[in-house]
C-alpha cells in the first residue's frame, strides 16, 4: 500500500487512529514520516527519562505529576546483530546517532522495547539525548527534561543541565552521589524521594536542602536541624515523632500559625496537591485515627502547612 | 434524472471515469459533503461527473451510502470492533487496490464515516508492528527507487528547462518583430547599419 501517495487528510486522518507510542514508532520509519507526525497537532508535555534497573531505560509523557505513560523501552545487550536475521533487525537513525537493534513489545502493556547491541557510556547518552531531542522536534515535547531513577545509573542519563522534577528510587549510593547529581543537573522545580529510598541518600546531602519542592515520602532521617536548614517553597514529608514533638519550632521556622476550622476550609487546589495526590490520600484516611491534626497558614503570603501528628504538608 | 430538490426519491446520476452513468439515491448522495456543496442547492443538468474514479469504485462507495442512509449522524470515529457484520463484510469483500480506490473516493467526496473506517482499517494494519514491518506495510520507497525518481525528475527539470529556454527565445524574436513599434524598429535597424558602417569606415 502505498502510504505516501494517499492524500494528505487520508493520512492525517490515519494518523489520528494512532496511539503515541505507535507514532513513536512510525516516525522512525523515514524523514517522510518523521514530517507527517510533527505536522499533527500535539499538546506540549514534558517527558520523563525513567531508569530504575541497570542497562534499562524508559521514556515516557508526564500526564501528571508522578504519572507517566511509557512510549518507548530500551536494552543495551551483548548481542552479535550480525548473527541475527537481518529481517528482525531494525535501523534507527536519530539526527547522528545510528542504532541497530531489534523491537519486541511488552506482552501486556504493548510497549515497544528496543534491544540494542552494549554501546559504550558516551554512545547511549547520545541516544537518550538525540532521542529527546526527537521528541521535541517531532511531537514538540517540552525540552526541559525529568527524571526517575535510582541514582546507581546516574552516568546513563542524558546530556542536560537543567531537570524540572526528579524522583529517587532506591539505590546503594551515598550522599556524595546525591550532591554531585545535584550539582550536575539543576533541579529547577521539585524532588520526589520515595519510601525505599535509603537514609544514607539525603540525610548529609547539602544541596538538596536548596530544592524549591521537596516531596519525601518516609523520613525517620529528617530531623529537625535539618528541617529547619531547607529553604524550600513546599515540603511535604512524613517522620518521625520527634519532629511533631518540635512542632512549634517548624511552625516558627516557617511562620506558620494556627489553622482555625472555622474560618479556613481545606481546599487542596494548592501546588502541593498537583505533586503528591497520593500521599495526601493516605494522610486522609490515616486522619480519623489522629488526635491533633489542623492546617497551619503563614499570615505573610497565605502559605498552608497540613499537620498530622508526624507528617507535614506545606504549601 | 437530476433535480435540486432534496427529497429521499430522488435519484441522481453518476459518471464514472469509463463515462458509464448510473442512479444514486439523492439521500445516499447527501452523505457526501463534497456534493452536498457542489450540486444540492444548485442541482445538476445531466449526469454529475466523478470522472477522476471508476464505475466498481464508485458502486462501492455509493453501496455504503445507502446501507447507511438509516444510520444516526455520524459522531466521530467507531472503533473497529464495534462495526456490524455488514460492514465487515463490505470491507473484507474489498482487495487492495479497491479498498485504496475506496479510500480516495470517499476522501474526494468526502464521506466522513467511512473515510474514518477505511483510515481506521489502515492504522490497525501499522498497531503493533516495528519499524521494519511499518515500512512494509506503508511500501515506502527504497534507496534504489529513490534513486531512479530522482533521476526522472532531474531529467524532467533538464527537459523542461530547454523548452523553456526554447520560448524565451521565441518569444525574444517574435518580440522584436511583431510587438515592437514600427517606429522603434527603424530606429533600431538605423542604429545598426550606422555602426556596422562606422566600423567599416573605421577599419
Known sequence: MRFLNFPFLVYENILKHLEPRELLLFSFCSLKTRTLVSRMRHTPTYTIFILDKPEKMSYGFVEKPE????????????????????????????????????????????????????EDVSSRKR???????????????????????????????????????????????????????????????????????????????????????????????????????????????????????????????FNLEAWDPEVDKIEYDEPVHDYCEELLYFLYDIKKYMLRSGILRRQSDGSRALDKTGSYCSS | MTSPASSSEVKYLIESSEGNTFDVSGAALR???????????????????????????????????????????????????????WDLNFFNEMDQKMFIDVINASNFLDIERLTSYCCERIARMLRGKNTQEMIKVITLP???????????????????????????ETAEKTETLEELPVQQLVQTTRNKLTRKYLSFSNE
Open chain 1, 67 to 118: 504519572k507517566e505513560q511509557i512510549l518507548l523501552s530500551w536494552t543495551w545487550k551483548k548481542i552479535a546483530m550480525e548473527s541475527e536475521n537481518l529481517d528482525n533487525r531494525t535501523r534507527l537513525k536519530l539526527k547522528d546517532v545510528l542504532l541497530d537493534c531489534r523491537v519486541t513489545f511488552h506482552r501486556k502493556l504493548n510497549i515497544p522495547t528496543l534491544v540494542c547491541r552494549c
Open chain 1, 127 to 253: 541516544f537518550a539525548t538525540a532521542l529527546h531531542s526527537h521528541m521535541c522536534e517531532v511531537f514538540h515535547v517540552k525540552p526541559e527534561m525529568q527524571f526517575k531513577l535510582s541514582l546507581d545509573y546516574m552516568d546513563e542519563l542524558p546530556y542536560t543541565n537543567t531537570v524540572r522534577d526528579v524522583t529517587f528510587l532506591q539505590s546503594s549510593v551515598n550522599s556524595t552521589v546525591a550532591d554531585e547529581f545535584f550539582e550536575k543537573f539543576h533541579v529547577t522545580r521539585a524532588l520526589f524521594s520515595k519510601r525505599c529510598v535509603p537514609d544514607r541518600l539525603l540525610k548529609h546531602s547539602c544541596k538538596f536542602l536548596e530544592i524549591k519542592n521537596l516531596f519525601v515520602d518516609w523520613s525517620p532521617w529528617l530531623d529537625i536541624t535539618l528541617l529547619l536548614k531547607v529553604k524550600c517553597e513546599n515540603i511535604m514529608f512524613s517522620s518521625s515523632t520527634s519532629v511533631a514533638n518540635d512542632a512549634h519550632l517548624i511552625m516558627d521556622n
Open chain 2, 31 to 85: 452523505q457526501s459533503n463534497t456534493f452536498n456543496a457542489m450540486f444540492l442547492n444548485i442541482g445538476a443538468d445531466g449526469p454529475i461527473p466523478f470522472t477522476d474514479y471508476n464505475e466498481a469504485t464508485l458502486k462501492k462507495v455509493f453501496e455504503y451510502c445507502e446501507h447507511s442512509v438509516n444510520e444516526e449522524n455520524y459522531s466521530g470515529p467507531k472503533h473497529q470492533d464495534d462495526l456490524s457484520k
Open chain 2, 142 to 168: 527504497t534507496a534504489e527507487e529513490l534513486e531512479a525518481k530522482q533521476k526522472v525528475e532531474e531529467k524532467k527539470a533538464a527537459a523542461a528547462k530547454k523548452v523553456a529556454e526554447k520560448a524565451a
